[in-house]
Structure formats: structure tokens, C-alpha cells
């Protein structure tokens, strides 16, 4: 059975937060290591786009990059 939208947002919000989780990262430590790249965002807008799973590939990306991330293993999800 296909993916929904649902499923695809879901995935890729899993796969952000368990990032966050292995650093032991908050969403205020991520504010603050996007701003450190020069990505300005609220805590509060943040905690939105990451509980409704959906923002840009772009935006998964700088998360990544602030965070010190150099691969993402898909398998785990």
C-alpha cells in the first residue's frame, strides 16, 4: 500500500526529532544553532512546523547543518 501525505510528513518529522533526540538537543538549543547560521526562527515556530510536519526541504536541511548532522540514516525509521 502507497504512502499517504500523512505518512510522508510523519516520516520526516520522526527523522528530525530523532536527530534533536540523539544530540539531546531541545527546540530552543535548535533556535539557537539556526540563528548561529544566520536561519532566524522562533521557538514557537518551530515547535509547529516540527508537530505538523510540514516545512521545506530547506528548512530540514539547515536543521540539519545547525545541529552538525552529516548523514541521516533512513533505515532507522
Not at 2 to 17: F, I, S, Y
Not at 58 to 63: A, G, R, S, T
Request: charge should be positive; hydrophobic fraction near 45%; glycine fraction near 6%.
Amino acid at each position: 500500500m502507497p504512502k499517504t501525505a500523512k505518512d510522508w510528513e510523519d516520516q520526516v518529522k520522526a527523522m528530525l526529532k530523532a536527530e534533536l533526540k540523539r544530540r539531546g538537543l531541545s527546540y530552543a538549543d535548535l533556535v539557537g544553532k539556526l540563528a548561529d547560521i544566520g536561519v532566524m526562527d522562533s521557538e514557537p515556530n518551530i515547535r509547529n512546523k516540527l508537530s505538523r510536519g510540514k516545512f521545506t526541504a530547506v528548512f530540514l536541511v539547515q536543521c540539519l547543518e545547525a545541529i552538525g548532522a552529516t548523514s541521516l540514516r533512513l533505515s532507522d525509521l
